[in-house]
Every structure is written in structure tokens, then in C-alpha cells.
């Protein structure tokens, strides 16, 4: 039906930790997601700590499989593949992630860190895998010189070039990285995410792009995400989400990031309390404890995401009809709440 | 001294000041300056930011401060004075007597600044112990009262449980709560909220803003984050490869930013506020100490350098209360 590349439809995961006498600790890290991104889009998800981020990706790669419902990579489930199948699939999805000094083997070459791939897919002879792995390494701003470097001798900045180039040398449609550049300096982190915009659009690449980071989510995401505690709680295009949030976890969010202006500090800002803890799941809508504007309803029923027009929804009770009235203006859309 | 700084200075009394700090790092044949030539003050009731990337020498200057460099680095000139005591020519027992009680940190990973096995209402209480021969339980009382403070809930119950049992956010706010234990003349900050989550971040900061407010305590806040800074701050030390490049009130820095490097490291933030404009990277690296340039150290990755670059420049005003170390601002140029 859609062009979505990649869905993921009723995803959950609970994972069992610790078994005492009396059972076994749950910890639902992953709670009905459900989730598409179009081809050659960027879809970004932002949350904090323990939202989730990181176990879909790791769901979405194929690395965990999940407790419930499924991801279909175009259209097909990808836990009904079989071995072989799965084999041509991982071509087609890589990965970057964070830490780039733990994801190469250290005593491996550029050289032999990007040829990996290709032997390990059997892709071309000796000498065209040479011309492969040195257009890469151009495609990512790098020349033949690094590739006798070790991965110890790169700058951070360097070595995540290597990690994009090893991730787009076999031609992938799918590309899901995990806080790519959280451990860069600003003026390194421009740069690679400048590179993620080239190469997307070279290559006609999918991006799942997974940060904490708010200002980066803006930079190179189409569509966002925004998650807690293993929910998708506000999902849109990402201009109408940061301009106008619908959820009012999404509001605090945007709002508890320092603003690089002195003249729009914002000294009142609502206090959220404590994350509650994963194991300890609120009742009802998961956000309720913390929530400037919770009903007592709110610790009863778990909202569904709401559509509230131009593939925008946010799950927030206020958005039910029945609730509605008692919404304040920038909750149903009627004003701009951000003040930016 | 710049005018700029001078004008700040007006009639008041600093309680840091860093006079040339220059440290250096021991390593193979050659010493390596990551710290070179920094002056800066730090006033009653004021919040200065010192922000710049790794590499950049803020920590190591705030670590001179305290005297706790790391063993391959040793302050090789300058002087740092604590409301006018020469915090570098201190014997180490007068130092420790500084410690803690005259001058705190907090700083950016609390669990490895704590002690695991201890409970957070004795490690929170323990100033009282080494500086005031509190008692021990009397130092727990002080402590419960110091967790409130704070806003950590349940102070009581907290202060009986142990770090790993709190998270980051309530970590970050006990290392606060010794911190403020004995009500410093200076509060040292390094990176406290990076490793946490936003909406923790925000509560972390206004209570960083609170005790100044409560106490007048002056601070020194050391980040990477231009957000965190123009939250935050009132004064503003940029920078960079051990020098600072620029300096001023946090006004007047954010609107008319004058180094080079302190505008690229603008454009090169993203925000969630974003126009579609592009992020402007800054090419090149940012060099090592052990082979800083001759001229001036942002030169080889700045897009205006010209032959005057090759020599150092100097602090020179921009406008009152603001100035940059850049050839620029020579002669009305730019």
C-alpha cells in the first residue's frame, strides 16, 4: 500500500531480569510501537534515557527479536525470512552507532575494516573490492592515505567517517544510526551530520535516526518521533512537532532545553519530577505522575495516539473528545505554545 | 587587562582570580601547554561560563585551581587567588583546609565522585565531619536538611540509601548537596549536567541559579554547551587550544559574537528552533598542545585569516564589557 521502506507495527519487548522468589522483574522496555518511514526520509526518534531508543533499533536491525507484533522491511516480515533471505536483507540495513572506538576491530586497517563487508557478501573480485572500499572512504571525505591507519590512530570525527563508510559500502537502502554523533564536539558533529545529509541524498538512503538530542532530531529528520517509556507518546513532521507540540511531554521537553539567547531565558519553567522506573510502570497514560496537566482519568486510561491532522497525532487524553473542552488552547492546536 | 575586563572590575572585589595560568604536560622530551596564559575573575554572585571543545583546556584550568591537577601536569606560571590568597604558593595543608569549605565542585559524572559503599547521608554530611569535627549523626541531620535543600524527595529515606540506588538527576543533586555543605565562597561546576537527560538538566540548572540566589555564591561553570551558557551565565571565557579567544557579558557575546571561532561554534550548533539554514562545520582539528601554532591557534581552520594571523594577536575590545583576541578587531576591520 504506502512506500514506507520500513514498518514497524504493535512492536513490544519485556525483558526478564532477576528472578527472585516470587517472580521474575519486567522490564517493558518497549510498548506498541508502531511506526513507518517512507523512502529515502529520515525518520528521528528523541527521548530520554530508558524510552526505548536504542532497543528498536536494535529490534528494527534484526539483533532482538521483539515480544510482540512485527517489522516489516518492504512489506515483508522480517522474522519470517529465512536464513538465506536474511543474508541478501542485511545488505540492504546497516548501522552506525555511537561509539566508534569499541564498533572496529582495533587491530584492523581502514582497508581491512571496509573490505569486511564486502568479502563477507562476496561482492566483486580483489581489485574491484580495492576501487570499492577507496569510494567510500571519498564518498566520506576521506582519501587512500587512512587506509593503512588504525582505527586508535583517527580522531573521533575520523573514525565515525570510517563507521558511515563502512555502513554505505554495500549500497544499503536502510541505514539506522544510534546517537552517531553524541560524542562529538559541536564542530565535529556539523560535519557529520552534513555527511548524513550528502550521503541520503546521493544514495536515495532511509535514515532511522535515533538521538537525545533535540536540535540534531531537527536537523536531519523529516518525520519525528518523540518517545517515553517504551511509548511512541507524539509522532509528525518535524517542523509542526517542534513548532507546535501536541503531547505535553514533547512541550517540556522543548522547553527544557537552554536556548543559545540570554534574552529568552526562562526561569518558570514547570519542574517535572523523577522518571519513574521501567519496572514500575504507571497506571494509565505513562506520563500522568509528571504531567503539568493531569486528570485524574489520566492514572486510569492509557491514550491512544490522536490524530490531530497532517500526519501528526500525540497520545494525551486531552485530544478525546470527551476531554477536549478542558484542553488548554496550544493542546488542540488553537495557539503556538513554544516560545521561540 | 582589557578595558572590558576593567569595567567589570569596577569597585568590586573578585573572588577567583586566574592571573596568566599557564599549565603545562609533561610528556616525552617536549612540554605541552594546554593551558596557556589565561586570566580570568570570577565576582560575588556571578555566574561565569568557560566554554570550549576538548582539547580546549577548561577543565585543566579548573583543576588548577584546586590544585588537583593530574600528576603529568604542573602549573608553570600565573597565580590563582581566592579573595586575594595566593591559592598557587599554598602548602597542601592549607590547601585542604580550602577544599570543600571555601571552594567546591561538582563535578560531571557523580557516581565516580562518590563512594559506593558509603550511604549518601554520610557522604553528603562528611564536610561537617573533616572541617567543623561535627559528629557523625549530627552530620547526617545536616545532611537530611542539605538533601532538602536540594529538592531531593523523601530526604530522610534517601539518606539512608546508597549512590547506586539513586538516579543520575538525584546523584548530581546530593554531589550539590556536599558542595554547598559548608556554603563556598566559590562554586566549580564542570560539565554537571551533560550526562543527564534533559528535563533533569533544567532542574540541575535552576538549582545551580537558586543557591546563588540563596547564598551569593560565585560561580564558576565550566561546558561545551552555548545553550547551558547563555541560560546560565552572566560573563562568558571562550575557549580554545589553552588560550581564550574571547571574553565578555553573556549579552553582549551572544549578540554580537567576534571571534571567528566563537561564530562558527554558533553556526555549527543545531537547534530545535531551526530555520532550514545549513550547519556550518568548522574544517580541520583543533591543534595539539604539543604543536600550537606561532600565531594565532583558530588561524589554520578560520575562514577570515590574513598575514597578521601568523602572529599572536591580543585581547582587543570589541565594545565595553566585550572583547576578542583576534586581528580583526584592529583598527575598526571587519
Not at chain 2, 604536560?25 to 576538548?54: H, K, N, T, Y
Not at chain 2, 562528611?126 to 567543623?132: A, I, M, S
Request: glycine fraction near 8%; aromatic fraction near 6%.
Amino acid at each position: 500500500m504506502s512506500d514506507a521502506l520500513l514498518q514497524v507495527k504493535g512492536v513490544g519487548k519485556t525483558f526478564a531480569l532477576g528472578g527472585t522468589l516470587w517472580g521474575r522483574r519486567q522490564l517493558r522496555a518497549l510498548d506498541q510501537v508502531d511506526l513507518e518511514i517512507a523512502r529515502a526520509q529520515s525518520l528521528g526518534i528523541v527521548g530520554e534515557s530508558g524510552s526505548g531508543k536504542s532497543t528498536l533499533c536494535r529490534i528494527v536491525l534484526r539483533l532482538l527479536r521483539p515480544s510482540a507484533g512485527q517489522v516489516l522491511f518492504e512489506g515483508l516480515d522480517l522474522w519470517a525470512r529465512s536464513a538465506h533471505e536474511m543474508r541478501q536483507l542485511r545488505r540492504q540495513m546497516q548501522a552506525v552507532f555511537q561509539d566508534t572506538a569499541s564498533t572496529f576491530n582495533p587491530r584492523h586497517t581502514v582497508r581491512s575494516a571496509l573490505l569486511a563487508p564486502l568479502e563477507v557478501h562476496r561482492i566483486g573480485t580483489a581489485r574491484t573490492r580495492a576501487a570499492l572500499v577507496e569510494e567510500a572512504l571519498h564518498h566520506v571525505g576521506l582519501d587512500a592515505r587512512f587506509l593503512s591507519r588504525h582505527p586508535h590512530t583517527l580522531s573521533g570525527g575520523q573514525r565515525q567517517r570510517v563507521a558511515i563508510a563502512r555502513a554505505i559500502i554495500l549500497r544499503p537502502s536502510l541505514v539506522v544510526a544510534d546517537e552517531p554523533t553524541s560524542a562529538l564536539d559541536v564542530s565535529v558533529q556539523a560535519m557529520i551530520l552534513n555527511l548524513f545529509k550528502t550521503i541520503q541524498r546521493d544514495f536515495g538512503l532511509t535514515y532511522l535516526f535515533v538521538s537525545h538530542n533535540l536540535g540534531v532530531i531537527r536537523y536531519v529528520s523529516d518525520v519525528v518521533a518523540v518517545m517515553y517509556l517504551g511509548r511512541v507518546v507524539e509522532v509528525g513532521p518535524v517542523g509542526r512537532v517542534f513548532s507546535s507540540p501536541r503531547h505535553p511531554y514533547t512541550r517540556a521537553l522543548l522547553e527544557a532545553i537552554p536556548r543559545a539567547d540570554p534574552s529568552k531565558r526562562q526561569r518558570d519553567l514547570p519542574v517535572l519530577g523523577e522518571l519513574p522506573s521501567a519496572y514500575r510502570m504507571p497506571s494509565g497514560c505513562r506520563f500522568h505522575p509528571r504531567c503539568p496537566l493531569a486528570m485524574d482519568i489520566c492514572a486510569q486510561e492509557d491514550p491512544p495516539l490522536y490524530p490531530v491532522g497532517d500526519g501528526h497525532s500525540a497520545a494525551c487524553l486531552l485530544h478525546d473528545p470527551r476531554f477536549v473542552a478542558a484542553a488548554p488552547a496550544w493542546i488542540s492546536g488553537g495557539a503556538k505554545p513554544v516560545n521561540v | 587587562m582589557s578595558t572590558a575586563e576593567s569595567d567589570r572590575r569596577s569597585g568590586q572585589r573578585a573572588v577567583l582570580e586566574i592571573d596568566h595560568l599557564t599549565v603545562e604536560l609533561a610528556g616525552g622530551r617536549r612540554a605541552a601547554r594546554v593551558v596557556d596564559d589565561v586570566s580570568l575573575a570570577v565576582f560575588p554572585r556571578e555566574i561565569v561560563g568557560l566554554i570550549g571543545e576538548s582539547g580546549s583546556g577548561k577543565t585543566m584550568t579548573a583543576l588548577s585551581i584546586l590544585r588537583l591537577l593530574p600528576r603529568a601536569a604542573s602549573i608553570a606560571g600565573g597565580e590563582i587567588r581566592l579573595g586575594g590568597a595566593s591559592l598557587t604558593s599554598m602548602s597542601e595543608a592549607e590547601l585542604r583546609r580550602i577544599r570543600g569549605r571555601r571552594i567546591a565542585m561538582i563535578p560531571q559524572n557523580p557516581m565516580s565522585a562518590m563512594n559506593p559503599v558509603l550511604r549518601i547521608g554520610a557522604q553528603v554530611g562528611e564536610p561537617y565531619v573533616l572541617h567543623r569535627g561535627v559528629r557523625w549523626t549530627d552530620a547526617v541531620a545536616q545532611a537530611v536538611r542539605l538533601l532538602r535543600d536540594v529538592h531531593l524527595p523523601l530526604p530522610e529515606e534517601r539518606a539512608v540509601e546508597y549512590p547506586h540506588q539513586f538516579s543520575g538527576g538525584m546523584q548530581q543533586r546530593a554531589m550539590t548537596a556536599m558542595a554547598i555543605a559548608l556554603e563556598p565562597q566559590l562554586l566549580i561546576a564542570d560539565e554537571p549536567t551533560t550526562a543527564l537527560d534533559v528535563t533533569i538538566q533544567a532542574q540541575v540548572l535552576r538549582l545551580l541559579l537558586e543557591i546563588r540566589d540563596r547564598h551569593g555564591t560565585a560561580t564558576l561553570l565550566i561546558t561545551h554547551d552555548l545553550g547551558v551558557i547563555a541560560e546560565m551565565c552572566d560573563w562568558v571565557y571562550v575557549m580554545y587550544a589553552g588560550r581564550i579567544l574571547e571574553q565578555g557579558s553573556v549579552e553582549r557575546i551572544f549578540a554580537r559574537p567576534s571571534h571567528p571561532y566563537t561564530q562558527a561554534l554558533m553556526r555549527a550548533t543545531p537547534t530545535v528552533d531551526a530555520t532550514d539554514a545549513d550547519l556550518a562545520s568548522i574544517p580541520g582539528s583543533i591543534p595539539s598542545p604539543f604543536e600550537l601554532p606561532a600565531g594565532c591557534r583558530f588561524a589554520d581552520r578560520c575562514p577570515s585569516r590574513f598575514e597578521r594571523c601568523e602572529r599572536e594577536p591580543l585581547l582587543l575590545d570589541v565594545e565595553a564589557s566585550h572583547s576578542a583576541r583576534c586581528w580583526l578587531l584592529e583598527d575598526g576591520r571587519e
